[in-house]
């Protein structure tokens, strides 16, 4: 398979939810594609717990676990917020 290719954050949520994930996932230099997963980024149950705690305080919406892995691409969890 090809490797996919890296395509930035588009607009300032995508850009504010790819800190997130660098920050909790602790990505060397904050590099997140909006193409990525972020469970194929290491992403475990934890590290899911504290996305789910960190959108609330940072974007006042409530999102179930169940739509963090329906939406697993920064592209999708973005425009859904």
């Known amino acids: 398979s090809q490797p996919s290719i890296?395509?930035?954050?588009?607009?300032h949520l995508e850009l504010q939810v790819a800190s997130l994930?660098?920050?909790?996932?602790?990505?060397?230099?904050?590099?997140?594609?909006?193409?990525d997963?972020?469970?194929a980024l290491g992403g475990h149950?934890?590290?899911l717990m504290q996305l789910k705690s960190?959108?609330?305080r940072q974007f006042g919406v409530s999102v179930s676990f169940s739509e963090l892995f329906k939406?697993?691409?920064l592209s999708d969890l973005?425009?859904?917020?």
């Open 54 to 56: 960190r959108i609330h």
């Open 71 to 73: 939406l697993p691409k």
């Open 37 to 39: 997963s972020f469970v």
């Open 21 to 35: 994930w660098a920050e909790i996932l602790k990505i060397p230099g904050g590099i997140v594609s909006r193409t």
């Open 45 to 47: 149950s934890l590290a």
């Open 6 to 11: 890296f395509e930035p954050p588009v607009g």
């Open 78 to 81: 973005a425009a859904h917020l």
